[in-house]
T-cell receptor, first 115, second 114 residues
Framework: DAMVIQNPRYQVTQFGKPVTLSCSQTLNHNVMYWYQQKSSQAPKLLFHYYDKDFNNEADTPDNFQSRRPNTSFCFLDIRSPGLGDAAMYLCATSRAPRDSNQPQHFGDGTRLSIL | AQKVTQAQTEISVVEKEDVTLDCVYETRDTTYYLFWYKQPPSGELVFLIR??????QNEISGRYSWNFQKSTSSFNFTITASQVVDSAVYFCALRMDSSYKLIFGSGTRLLVRP
C-alpha cells in the first residue's frame, strides 16, 4: 500500500545529543511536511519542502533542520535537543499547490523523548 | 487572520449515542478548504473528509456525517451510533487556496464508553 513511513516509532536521545528522524513516502507527492505535536496540543508546522524548495516557518527554532535528498525521503535533524523538544513528530505529504484541496497524508509519527 | 476553534475540549458518551463535534473557522479568503482528521491513541493522523469553500453540500459516509454552513462559518462532524473504536482526538483544520499550511483547531477528545 502507498503510504508515509516514519522511523523509528520511538526515539530516545540525551539532552544536547543530535538526533535524526526519517520519513519516506511511496505516494510520489511533491510536498513533504514536518510537524511537531506536544502533549494535548494540535500539530504545529515546522517546515515543508516543495520538491527541493525548502520553506521554513517563521517561528521554527534554528535547532531544527531538514534534508530532502530525493522525492521519497525527508529527514528532520535536531542539532541540540532540549527538554522542550520532547514531542511527537509527524511527517506528512501532499500534492502540489494547484491541488491544494488535496489532503495531507500523515505517517504514524515518531515520539521523541529527551533524557 | 485565519483561525479554527474547537470549543469542546473533551466529550464522553456511551456507546450507540450520537455525538456532534463542533468546528468554527475564521478566514477572509473566499477560497479555502476544510478538513477533519482523527488521531487515535496510537498517534497517527487519519484523514476523514475534505470540503471546499464553494461546496456546501453536506456529506454522509456510513456513521459519519458533516454539516458545512458558510453562513455560520461552521463545519460540524456527527458520529451516529458511536462505537468504542471512535474514541480518539478529532482535529478540524483549515487551508487557504494555494497555501500549504494546515491551520488546526485545538482538537476534541472523544471518549466512547461501553
Amino acid at each position: 500500500d502507498a503510504m508515509v513511513i516514519q522511523n523509528p516509532r520511538y526515539q530516545v536521545t540525551q539532552f544536547g545529543k543530535p538526533v535524526t528522524l526519517s520519513c519516506s513516502q511511496t505516494l510520489n507527492h511533491n510536498v513533504m511536511y514536518w510537524y511537531q505535536q506536544k502533549s494535548s496540543q494540535a500539530p504545529k508546522l515546522l517546515f515543508h519542502y516543495y520538491d527541493k524548495d525548502f520553506n521554513n516557518e517563521a517561528d521554527t527554532p534554528d535547532n531544527f533542520q531538514s534534508r530532502r535528498p530525493n522525492t521519497s525521503f525527508c529527514f528532520l535533524d535536531i542539532r541540540s535537543p532540549g527538554l522542550g523538544d520532547a514531542a511527537m513528530y509527524l511527517c506528512a505529504t501532499s500534492r502540489a499547490p494547484r491541488d491544494s484541496n488535496q489532503p495531507q497524508h500523515f505517517g504514524d509519527g515518531t515520539r521523541l523523548s529527551i533524557l | 487572520a485565519q483561525k479554527v476553534t474547537q470549543a469542546q475540549t473533551e466529550i464522553s458518551v456511551v456507546e450507540k449515542e450520537d455525538v456532534t463535534l463542533d468546528c468554527v473557522y475564521e478566514t477572509r479568503d473566499t477560497t479555502y478548504y476544510l478538513f477533519w482528521y482523527k488521531q487515535p491513541p496510537s498517534g497517527e493522523l487519519v484523514f476523514l473528509i475534505r470540503r471546499n469553500s464553494f461546496d456546501e453540500q453536506n456529506e454522509i459516509s456510513g456513521r459519519y456525517s458533516w454539516n458545512f454552513q458558510k453562513s455560520t462559518s461552521s463545519f460540524n462532524f456527527t458520529i451516529t451510533a458511536s462505537q468504542v473504536v471512535d474514541s480518539a482526538v478529532y482535529f478540524c483544520a483549515l487551508r487557504m487556496d494555494s497555501s500549504y499550511k494546515l491551520i488546526f483547531g485545538s482538537g476534541t477528545r472523544l471518549l466512547v464508553r461501553p
